[in-house]
């Protein structure tokens, strides 16, 4: 028989259901955070001074873009390094880029460096986004109109990307050919960006490379050969579109300005509902009016029968007349001043319900005129977050 100390001693050997959860649930988030750690990694040693030459240099044209909010201008040769917006081809501008030292290759040749610029300058921040926003003035059914933002920040470089990236090939602006057709610029593309490794045979440029002649060069995808062992690597308008967020901030600042654009529609029907009541009001006072009117008329008329009736009665009285017509007069009196008195009885309950009308137009007036007011701040409130939005640009 076992004893005691030995079964106590036995389970202290192994582990309890609880113990070995806690170890698989801590192995399985250890193993689901690798690839994270991996990629960020990954990223630091590219940023590091050991990385591939192209990989550093495009990330600091990318952080170049979130400072900036456009692409660096080229430089004008390797050793100055410093951008010169007068070219949109040369050598990358390390200097303005912050980097350490020129971007060569491993051979120590100087990479060539090349943007887009033309109509959609990318490597010069300008306004081209403003959100569009109804008027909001008194005028009930208006075009929209641009909020006032003097904001430049990345929407406005998204936008250049998304209009450029929307044209057919413009041959003077920045290009790269066609893989499956080398001999024919024509069949081309325009890029954001283009990067130049020289290759290791020689310091100049093969092919249609040279960053002081055109702003065409060769494809990304053309094979090495004798004559040729330049590597071209390029920023596409859509992949960077992409990777700066683009289509997100643009669809934010998008939906803040519908939302604002609802505001707004909500003001005017409110100001709308405001003006009728005004109106409404307006004729339910002439009513009153009127009915004061009506009132004065059946006195008057009630004082004018009475006295008319008595000085018939007089008359009657003091003529040759007899009792009989005397008594006939006296019903028509009677009548006539009943009569009277009920057209002043309904004048008065005129005036009474007109007045209850307007004491109710007056509070409804006054209700729309409150809505109004709650209107006006929900769109100045809607209107203030499309203009914060897009001032915030990359941030969001």
Known sequence: MRTKRSRSRNRNRGFTVLEMALALFSAGFLLAAVPRLITQGHDVMASAPG??????????????????????????????????????????????LGLPRPVTNSDGHAFAYAVLKGSNNLSTATAKYTPTYLNSSDSYWLTPGALNSSETNGLDLCVKLRTQAALTLDATLLRVRDSAARTDLSRASNVAWVLVDPGSLDPSFNGNNDPTDSVAFESPGRAQALDYDDKVTVGTLSQLFGELRCPELLSAVSAAAREADFANDNWRVRKYLYDFRSYELKVRQQKKIQADNFKLLAIFDLSLTVALTALDLGIALAGPAGAATIAAGLVNAVISISMGAINLDGAITSVSDAADEVAEGTTRKSDALSAVGDAATFRSERRDAVLLLDQRGWFQ
């Open 51 to 96: 990385a591939q030459p192209a990989e550093a240099a495009e990330l600091a044209l990318k952080g170049f873009v979130l400072k900036e909010n456009r692409l660096p201008c080229p430089a004008s040769t390797a050793a100055t390094g410093v951008e010169n917006c007068a070219l949109a081809q040369g050598y990358v501008p390390w200097k303005s």
